[in-house]
């Protein structure tokens, strides 16, 4: 069964520091992983995500995110973090539903950010 | 702002109750996705309509049916509503694929008394 784990519900930094949230995921087949945003009282926003090619993938806001097949994780990196990044993350990857080809997300629990000055 | 629209914002009602939660999808997009957020359940997908058809089908419980009507909006109608229910409601579109970016509205809440 697939499923994601991230692995820290909270996480608090300082602004101007580097942050990186984690998420591993468990699957046997290629899947595809995505890492989206909350921001308060708000829906859900593409970060960035990973279909194939590069490991490397750079996304919206200066995060970037690696795909690490043999540890089966996808963690999320931003160099200096902004007040603004003040938000809710959230991973998630691509299951296969039954037989007939159909697809959903999977998501973590999420990942509290909070910047403080 | 992400281009999909939900209404109501909030919505509360009594136990027992029928509710029924509205998405415009962005435009030019063909698929509706549902998603329910609540403390103890996180994220949960529930359904999947394309071009008006169901294509997928996740965690949605039988009091719970939804559609998407030849104009592309969707509806989510909740009956028999329980306590339990009280969550955020997500309706997301995207042209349908699953490495599509789907685009989330702002949610309705659901307040249930």
């Known amino acids: 069964a697939q499923s994601v784990t991230q692995l820290d519900s909270q996480v608090p930094v300082f602004e101007e520091a580097p942050v990186e949230l984690r998420c591993n995921y468990s699957s046997s087949v290629s899947v595809y992983l995505f890492w989206y945003v909350q921001y308060p009282n708000q829906g859900l926003q593409l970060l960035l995500k990973?279909?194939?090619?590069?490991?490397l993938v750079k996304g919206i806001n200066g995060f970037e995110a690696e795909f690490n097949k043999s540890q089966t994780s996808f963690h999320l990196r931003k160099p200096s973090v902004h007040i603004s990044d003040t938000a809710e993350y959230f991973c998630a990857v691509s299951k296969r539903i039954g037989t007939g080809g159909s697809e959903k997300l999977v998501f973590g629990k999420g990942t509290k950010l909070t910047v403080n000055p | 702002d992400s281009g999909v629209t939900q209404t109501p914002k909030h919505l509360i009602t009594a136990t027992g109750q029928r509710v029924t939660l509205r998405c415009s999808p962005r435009?030019?997009?063909?698929?509706v996705y549902w998603y329910q957020q609540s403390l103890d359940q996180g994220l949960q997908f529930l359904i999947q309509?394309?071009?008006?058809?169901?294509?997928a089908k996740g965690n949605i419980l039988e009091r719970f049916s939804a559609q998407q009507f030849p104009d592309l909006h969707s509806e989510l109608n909740l009956s028999s509503l329980e306590l339990g229910d009280s969550a955020l409601y997500f309706c997301?579109?995207?042209?349908?694929?699953?490495?599509?970016?789907?685009?989330f509205g702002p949610g309705t809440r659901l307040t249930v008394l």
């Open positions: 309509y394309y071009n008006g058809e169901e294509r």
């Open positions: 435009s030019g997009d063909l698929s």
């Open positions: 990973y279909l194939s090619g590069s490991t």
């Open positions: 997301a579109s995207s042209t349908g694929r699953i490495t599509d970016t789907q685009y």
